[in-house]
């Protein structure tokens, strides 16, 4: 979010004192090197500790359906799609995926829910049940396909682009950035974490008795580790999507290309080991405590508080006490009305020697027009400010 001329920007490094010399930036395991797309991200800092070609689009094969998932989530969310519904596969679906590469093997005599649905895109990684969603909801692929490009643009993705709902091959009209993927997790996990847990890292999943199993590299292997996706294609190569959370910690990670399953999934381990072992954190905010206050505009208060919808740190490499700096932006000046929860800010966390990190700031109540009393009021409190 870019800021305006009005933006606050709070400066807080006195708070936070630093040593005169810090540790170097940590090396990335070698497990990395032949695979040319990685990032991985400290969601409560925001900031990138590692990444390599990460605004480069790259094609995500099966990855596609962590947002097909995503576009389900808010329409649960929102009261528009029970987790009950049953859904029909039609003939023309049947003939044209049924045992299509990893499948729940659905036919026209199946009425699964949207949770069965889920279960199999999201554990079993299943092309048809992903299908039978986006045609079932949204009436078509393209209008499922709009819903997920839609989702995308609210959320920023601003480099990809989704054709289909489960990242079979499209002639690369389906496409993504593991920055985009990182924006994409952080709002699955924070947003939606019931759904989340409910649907993510989960080994196996039982169909019709037979066992779909999860191709996920680093769930009941990595400590913490609770998804997200993998996928693979030929034009794609091994893909990884994934995440872990320890000690009220959560980063996220993406790996793209890899020649091999193998040299993915070992470096997706060695990634998340070094993210947690190589770096420390240095708390800044508890979830839904105050980081700053806002100026509103023709509001019945004068304030707005932001707050992070997450505990806030800044990530620091292990050993070190670098010269850390805050400051909040927000494009101003934020007129009312405002509703609780909306995203009106983002606090930049600089940490010497690293990329600045950004974390979403919300409003932390709702800030109603302001009425007749409440203009006079503060254009008398403006009079001594």
């Known amino acids: 979010m870019k800021s305006s001329l009005n933006a606050l920007k709070l400066v807080l490094a006195a708070a936070l004192p630093a040593s005169a010399a810090g540790a170097a930036v940590p090396t990335p395991p070698a497990q990395l090197a032949p695979i ?14 590692e990444q390599r070609h990460a605004d480069t689009p790259f094609l995500p094969a099966s990855v596609t359906k962590v947002m097909t998932a995503y576009v389900a989530f808010e329409e649960i969310g929102a009261g528009r799609l029970s987790m009950e519904r049953k859904f029909n596969e039609r003939p023309e679906t049947e003939r044209e995926w049924f045992a299509k590469g ?3 093997y659905l036919t026209t005599k199946d009425f699964p829910t949207t949770r069965d649905l889920l279960h199999g895109i999201m554990t079993a990684s299943a092309n048809d049940a992903a299908v039978v969603l986006g045609e079932g909801y949204a009436g078509s692929v393209a209008g499922w396909a ?18 289909t709902p489960n990242g079979w091959m499209d002639g690369g009209n389906t496409y993504v950035t593991a920055s985009d993927l990182v924006r994409l997790a952080d709002a699955m996990i924070t947003r939606y974490p019931d759904l989340y847990r409910e649907f993510s890292g989960h080994k196996r999943w039982l169909w019709r008795d037979v066992v779909m199993r999860s191709h996920d590299p680093t769930v009941g292997v990595v400590p913490g580790a609770d998804g997200i996706k993998t996928g693979y294609t030929r ?7 994934g995440t872990a959370e320890r000690g009220g910690r959560r980063i996220v ?7 091999l399953p193998k040299v993915r999934d070992d470096a997706a381990k060695a990634l998340l080991e070094w993210g947690f072992a190589a770096w420390d954190t240095r708390h800044l905010f508890d979830q839904g405590q105050t980081v700053a206050q806002a100026r509103i505009q023709g509001g019945d208060a004068r304030t707005l508080p ?16 670098p010269k850390i700096t805050l400051a909040v932006h927000y494009r101003g000046p934020i007129v009312a009305p405002v509703r609780k929860g909306e995203q009106v800010g983002e606090l930049e966390i600089r940490v010497a020697g690293l990329a600045p ?4 700031l919300y409003a932390g109540r709702d800030v109603g027009k302001a009425g007749t009393l409440d203009r006079l009021w503060n254009g008398f409190i403006n009079l001594f400010t």
């Open 36 to 49: 040319p797309v990685s990032i991985l991200v400290d969601l409560g800092s925001g900031q990138v500790l």
């Open 102 to 104: 990893t499948n729940m």
């Open 146 to 163: 709009a819903k997920m490009n839609d989702a995308a643009r609210r959320l920023g993705m601003t480099r990809s682009h989704y054709n």
């Open 235 to 241: 034009e794609a190569g091994y893909n990884f999507l």
């Open 253 to 259: 990670m993406v790996l793209a290309g890899s020649p």
């Open 306 to 321: 932001l707050v992070a919808n997450r505990e806030v740190h800044a990530t620091i490499a292990r050993g070190s006490r």
């Open 357 to 360: 990190g950004r974390v979403p």
